[in-house]
């Protein structure tokens, strides 16, 4: 099968002749390997049918980055990018959008007969505990008659995963496999002691250098004292790391490490140990041309440090980045103009940017509370980018890996080469705004069937079927085997009704709280609840408490970005704290703190953010100061212009929900028509 003067790989014939059956896809393959044509294919003929079709993506960076290329692919005119911030011709047949976005469609509207085709990449983040509830509402909530295209390259538990959405659609979803990489992965470990070894190499040489002794030494490198040990001990670097890649010709690579901080100190080391660029004179040009473009957001992100780095073909790239700067980075990438890339995890999320190489500076990221093994899944997601088709035979993944952490990294090391991914598991936890416009909609039986549809229900009435079953096999046993049937049993009856009980649980909760009455007819805070999605309890709580009542745009804005973002650790503030923001402040943060609040994170398992210093920030740039002049407010070690336009982005997402609260009430409207007018400008503004 050709599709687009391409020869089709056999997954994506069998995937695409799955899709003209009528049925709904899941397509589990190795990063590179073409995933993405699949959708591209279903969006293709669902725009040739004159239907609708909605691409979904768990980042805004993918989300972007396939609008680019679906107007490309299908005209501006076809395409539209709504990302909560950002709406681009929402009313578009294709449409690229955030999955929440989409949750929210189709909670508010019911019928969408012209919706075709809804494709989820990276769909294993269904076990997101943050986000993943909404990628089974989606799942649960679109009709019978949409396909779906679901795209992962570590869904280990597929089977599984496609019964239940099977069960939920109501029509075939079938599973195609592709195990087999275009470019195969070659893994190898380096010390700056052993050098750039296979696995089985380094392990071989680093057993034997654990079993050296002391007199094993040399006599010339034996008594040296304390000096010699320090040197022989030095903790490999990536330094080392570059001199040996560059040497075999590994270059361009991606280089990952676990803090934004790191990103940029280590290409900063780099660019200054270079006797020369790794550009030539012609790609030199082309990256003077790019850093020349007439772009004033651009040229107000970089700085001579900046242009520096990225002449000589050296570039970081972290969440927290200006969102300008992120584009350029990977544009120059794309265009094979940066040699070294410095990088964290956002950068391995779905967007096309393999690498000749790639390199793990360590085995551990934070994951919100500590330090954390990279589960299976998070190390293939980042090695995958390894290995160009077309350009590569094979793509090499080098891990950082001192001799003296060898024995603690092996079982770690073992798990990641077996290729055992872990299975997806549901994350479904029903936010507040779900659960009342549930209730707007439908009869408590209903909002049960569609509870009992979810994956952690599959899950758990399985697991109960299966006690059952044991249960009963027990109980032709003894007397004692009977006592632990019973216990079997009770069990397998609480779990088949627990996605129920803890819906039940958060209904009571809306009531004890005033918002719904006994009936569960909406009062005020119900009503203030169906369009808050942002840190509902305690926004809605704020709204009940008059905060919003008579307060100017930039003091609300301010407030809002107080209560949606944090800043890293690292940052402290540059100004004193006046007497008049601490009087602004102290109502919100009673809020914050009241027993409504803190109880409605505890059943809902999920901290909201608050930061006073980010009041300041925000307050000042409603007020006009410009990205430098906010960033300039804070000392850290890393570049926050990414982070603050980010943060700058949500708190809009917010008072856009806001306005909508007070629909009734034209001067509250007229309020947030202000603030937003006054922050949608400039980098908040830009498409990245």
Not at 320 to 329: F, N, S
Not at 391 to 415: H, M, N, S, Y
Not at 606 to 619: I, K, N, S, T
Request: glycine content about 6%; some cysteine.
């Amino acid at each position: 099968m050709e599709y687009r003067g391409l020869t089709l790989d056999t997954f994506q014939s069998q995937a695409i002749d799955a899709l003209q059956r009528g049925s709904s896809v899941l397509v589990c393959a190795p990063t590179g390997t073409g995933k993405t044509l699949i959708a591209d294919w279903i969006i293709e003929q669902a725009l040739n049918n004159k239907k609708q079709a909605v691409y979904t993506a768990p980042i805004k960076a993918l989300s972007n980055q396939k609008f680019r290329d679906y107007c490309s692919l299908h005209g501006e005119h076809n395409v539209g990018l709504v990302t909560g911030d950002l709406v681009i011709r929402r009313d578009a047949p294709c449409r690229v959008m955030t999955t929440e976005i989409l949750r929210n469609i189709l909670l508010h509207e019911q019928e969408v007969p012209d919706l075709a085709a809804v494709v989820l990449d990276e769909i294993h983040f269904l076990d997101d505990r943050e986000r993943g509830t909404v990628w089974e509402e989606v799942l649960i909530y679109l009709p019978p008659h949409v396909q779906i295209v679901g795209l992962s390259a570590t869904l280990s538990n597929l089977e599984d995963f496609a019964e239940w959405l099977s069960h939920v659609r109501g029509h075939p979803v079938e599973v195609i496999i592709e195990e087999t990489r275009a470019v195969p992965l070659d893994f190898q470990y380096f010390s700056r002691d052993i050098g750039l070894q296979t696995p089985s190499n380094f392990e071989r040489q680093a057993k034997k250098r654990a079993g050296r002794g002391r007199h094993d030494l040399p006599a010339k490198r034996r008594g040296r004292g304390r000096h010699d040990s320090h040197r022989r001990s030095r903790r490999t670097t990536h330094m080392d790391v570059f001199r040996v890649l560059q040497r075999k010709q590994h270059l361009p690579y991606l280089y990952f490490v676990f803090s934004r901080k790191d990103t940029e100190l280590c290409a900063r080391s780099l660019v200054r140990s270079l006797d020369e660029r790794l550009l030539s004179p012609d790609e030199q040009a082309q990256v003077r041309a790019s850093l020349s473009a007439d772009d004033p957001s651009l040229q107000a992100a970089l700085n001579p440090e900046l242009e520096e780095l990225y002449m000589h073909g050296v570039a970081f790239h972290h969440a927290g980045l200006h969102v300008t700067l992120k584009r350029l980075v990977e544009e120059l990438y794309e265009q094979r103009l940066v040699r070294v890339l410095y990088c964290t995890s956002t950068f391995a999320l779905g967007i096309n940017v393999p690498a000749r190489t790639v390199v793990f500076d360590g085995l551990q990221k934070y994951d919100g509370t500590r330090m954390a093994p990279l589960t299976t899944r998070q190390f293939m997601q980042k090695a995958g980018r390894a290995g160009r088709r077309g350009l590569d035979t094979e793509g090499t993944v080098v891990i950082r890996l001192d001799v003296d952490d060898f024995k603690t990294a092996k079982p770690q090391l073992d798990r990641y080469q077996s290729g055992r991914y872990e299975p997806v598991r549901s994350s479904f936890n029903l936010g507040w705004n779900s659960i009342v416009n549930l209730l707007s909609q439908y009869e408590l039986e209903r909002i049960r069937q569609i509870i009992e549809r979810s994956f952690l229900s599959w899950h758990r009435s399985a697991r109960a079927q299966e006690q059952l079953e044991k249960a009963d096999s027990l109980s032709e046993q003894n007397r004692r085997s009977a006592k632990k049937a019973d216990t079997l049993r009770k069990r397998a009856k609480r779990g088949s009704v627990q996605s129920w009980r803890e819906f039940e649980t958060k209904l009571n909760f809306l009531i004890a709280i005033g918002y719904l009455d006994d009936q569960h007819a909406f009062k005020a805070g119900a009503n203030v609840l169906q369009h808050v999605q942002i840190n509902e309890i305690l926004v809605t709580e704020m709204v009940l408490c008059g905060i919003f009542e008579s307060i100017t745009p930039e003091v609300g804005f301010g407030l809002l970005c107080a209560i949606t973002n944090e800043l890293p650790r690292a940052a402290k503030r540059l100004w004193r704290v006046t007497k008049a923001d601490r009087r602004t402040m102290r109502p919100l943060q009673e809020i914050r703190y009241s027993q409504t609040v803190v109880d409605a994170e505890r059943l809902a398992n999920q901290a909201y953010p608050f930061d006073p210093d980010m009041y300041e920030l925000g307050r000042r740039w409603a007020e006009g100061w410009t990205l430098q002049e906010v960033h300039e407010l804070l000392a850290c070690p890393t570049d926050l212009s990414g982070s603050l336009i980010n943060a700058f982005r949500r708190a809009k997402e917010l008072a856009s929900q806001l306005r909508e609260v007070y629909h009734f009430d034209a001067g509250r409207v007229e309020m947030f028509n202000e603030m937003i007018r006054m922050v949608r400008r400039d980098e908040v503004e830009v498409v990245g």
